[in-house]
């Protein structure tokens, strides 16, 4: 079923009645869908967990089709003047700044 604002503020436990019994209830605002009111039960089926992030890559359908994914290695601004990051054998480690790291 479909309510104004005015409407739904005026009959909530209606909305919510119904929302139990007949499934979602919209709410609009001049015209337009605002809102939807569902019961607890609806949320938590919409909502419900439908497996692991590994089973979703495992169950993708670009598995195995090479494509290749490039890394982006370089930093994404400049860091002149800032508090910058110096790269040692894959790990980061925090300096002062780019300039006072480039002089030693």
Request: overall charge positive.
């Amino acid at each position: 079923m479909q309510w104004t604002i005015g409407e739904a503020k005026a009959k909530f436990n209606e909305v919510i009645k119904r929302a139990q019994q007949e499934g979602p209830q919209r709410i609009t605002r001049s015209g337009e869908d605002t809102a939807v009111v569902v019961s607890a039960e609806e949320w938590s089926r919409i909502n419900k967990r439908k497996g692991s992030l590994s089973q979703f890559f495992a169950d993708s359908p670009l598995r195995g089709s090479k494509i290749e994914v490039m890394s982006k290695t370089s930093l994404p601004r400049s860091l002149e003047g800032q508090k910058g990051i110096r790269r040692l054998r894959g790990k980061i480690k925090w300096q002062g700044n780019l300039e006072e790291s480039r002089r030693t």
